[in-house]
């Protein structure tokens, strides 16, 4: 169906080409200034949504640059730590001396090296003598049936391959 528009869609009534605007110059100023005004009023909406935007942007990096920063002093304070450990160490070994501690011993506690006639020698048998558990021998003996039919598999599959 072709559209006339001269007409209004679904009636015999021509339309009027009269608009009220367009005559009256105080109308057409005020319809000017609404039109102006819906335009302005966007433009500062849009604005303020890129300047909402850049904000929390800006302010999203700043939360990750101060979070960064603290790890970067917590990162400090355990390299530090980690030095005075290593130091504390070196110092303890440097201080542990044999000697000292031989002293120590002697005069300190009252320590002394055993006399030839305090000494005892233990003799201990060559052969070493282990008692085995039946729940070790039961286990090794499941472990064995296993072994064997893993065993046994292996061979038959290598005497199909001869």
């Known amino acids: 169906m072709l559209e006339d528009k001269n007409y209004i869609n679904g009636t015999a009534a021509r ?4 608009d009220v605007y367009e005559e009256n110059k105080v ?3 005020k319809k000017k200034q609404r039109t102006n005004n819906k335009i302005k009023m966007k433009v500062i909406f849009c604005l303020l949504i890129v300047f909402a935007m850049g904000s929390l942007a800006m302010y999203r990096y700043s939360c990750i640059t101060e979070v960064n920063y603290e790890i970067d002093r917590q990162l400090t304070a ?3 730590i980690k030095n005075e450990n290593i130091r504390i160490k070196v110092e303890i070994e440097n201080s542990v001396d044999i000697q000292k501690i031989k002293e120590f011993a002697e005069k300190e506690l009252g320590m002394h090296k055993p006399d030839k006639h305090q000494i005892t020698y233990v003799k201990v048998p060559q052969s070493d003598l282990t008692i085995v558990s039946e729940a070790a021998k039961q286990e090794e003996i499941k472990n064995a049936g296993v072994f064997s039919a893993i065993i046994n598999k292996v061979n038959l599959l290598a005497n199909l391959l001869y």
Do not use: H, I
Request: net charge negative.
């Open 78 to 80: 355990y390299n530090e």
């Open 27 to 29: 109308l057409s100023a």
């Open 15 to 18: 339309k009027l080409e009269y």
